[in-house]
T-cell receptor, first 112, second 111 residues
Framework: DQQVKQNSPSLSVQEGRISILNCDYT??????FLWYKKYPAEGPTFLIS?????DKNEDGRFTVFLNKSAKHLSLHIVPSQPGDSAVYFC???????????FGAGTRLTVKP | EAQVTQNPRYLITVTGKKLTVTCSQN?????MSWYRQDPGLGLRQIYY???????DKGDVPEGYKVSRKEKRNFPLILESPSPNQTSLYFC??????????FGQGTRLTVV
């Protein structure tokens, strides 16, 4: 039973436009959420995170939004660049990433 | 440079032949984990360790063993590999309650 779900396996956007990646979770015990980016032949790298006491966290072109009542979070990338093309994983944990759960990932393609 | 190093990067083996994938981190992190990545399933945790000599099962521990004799090393052991363990494996370390650093991955094929 996947506790973190990314229902869109892929997303394609034009360079300069906004990319929105979505993630849903089912476990109410999760209170820390992270996004990782993964390029081919490399390990995932941390991108941005948010704790449950916030509903938004911004870092440059990347913003994560959290809607606790809907158990939903999203990652916005503005403006999207070709170098952002990668697989993005959503992850959640009860503020202890020993027990971090990952979604299946969304492959983002940014077209020049 | 802060890093998590896994070896080997690629491995093809036969069913039943014991193998070990090594993982080492140079950040003095307490927490280390092993994940496997399979299509459509994302990353699933196999085992994790909170500190030296402290390990626990993740979501998919069957067929795997780990040990944590030193803080920097966290090897993954497959005593009798089977074809369903063909996967991409990642080791990760972290301080806890925050971002994890991942190794570059080990692609294992069991025939």
């Amino acid at each position: 039973d996947q506790q973190v779900k990314q229902n869109s396996p892929s997303l394609s956007v034009q360079e300069g436009r906004i990319s929105i990646l979505n993630c849903d979770y089912t476990n109410s015990m999760f209170d820390y959420f992270l996004w990782y980016k993964k390029y081919p032949a490399e390990g995932p790298t941390f991108l941005i995170s948010i704790s449950s006491i916030k509903d938004k966290n911004e870092d440059g072109r990347f913003t994560v939004f959290l809607n606790k009542s809907a158990k939903h979070l999203s990652l916005h990338i503005v403006p999207s660049q070709p170098g952002d093309s990668a697989v993005y994983f959503c992850a959640a944990s009860p503020y202890n990433n020993n027990d971090m759960r990952f979604g299946a990932g969304t492959r983002l393609t940014v077209k020049p | 440079e802060a890093q998590v190093t896994q070896n080997p990067r690629y491995l093809i083996t036969v069913t039943g032949k014991k193998l070990t994938v090594t993982c080492s981190q140079n950040m003095n992190h307490e927490y280390m984990s092993w994940y496997r990545q399979d299509p459509g399933l994302g990353l699933r945790q196999i085992y994790y360790s909170m500190n030296v000599e402290v390990t626990d099962k993740g979501d998919v521990p069957e067929g795997y063993k780990v040990s944590r004799k030193e803080k920097r090393n966290f090897p993954l052991i497959l005593e009798s590999p089977s074809p369903n363990q063909t996967s991409l494996y990642f080791c990760a370390s972290s301080l806890g309650g925050g971002k994890a650093f991942f190794g570059q991955g080990t692609r294992l094929t069991v025939v």
